[in-house]
């Protein structure tokens, strides 16, 4: 399972973005069974404000299965239904943390969930 965490960069140190998931500048992309990061994606969608950047951002993530943050606009519902993608909303501050999180809960990662809180 992947997960793509929504990030900034501050010093060297990935930290979670502290508003809406889709503002922020990088997705880091995590492998949650080896904790290893796979890959970092530059957001091309962040400064863009429509109806349908949700449905973009669906299909530029369209290999993880999970959205990770801190913040979710309220296109959150519809990642479920529409894409069968699960938003996590995790309470950490750095990427280093919220791995660790995601690692330790993974029982409560339940792909029939619409929303996760860690």
Same mark, same amino acid.
């Given at each position: 399972m ?10 060297g ?18 492998d949650?069974?080896?904790k ?8 091309p ?22 959205? $990770? ?10 990642l ?7 938003? $996590? $909303? ?6 280093e ?18 929303v996760?809180?860690?």
């Open positions: 992947k997960a793509a965490v929504a990030c900034y960069e501050s010093n140190v990935y930290k979670l973005f502290p508003t809406e998931f889709g503002h922020a500048p990088i997705f880091v992309i995590v949650l069974d080896t290893q990061i796979v890959e970092k994606r530059e957001n969608y962040k400064g863009e404000e429509s109806k349908d950047k949700f449905k973009k951002l669906a299909e530029y993530l369209k290999d993880v299965d999970y959205f $990770v943050g801190k913040q979710f606009g309220t296109s959150v519902l519809k479920r239904p529409m894409f069968n993608k699960i938003p $996590v $909303v995790v309470n950490a501050e750095t990427l943390e919220a791995i660790e999180k995601l690692s330790n809960s993974k029982d409560k990662l339940n792909l029939d969930s619409y996760i809180l860690l």
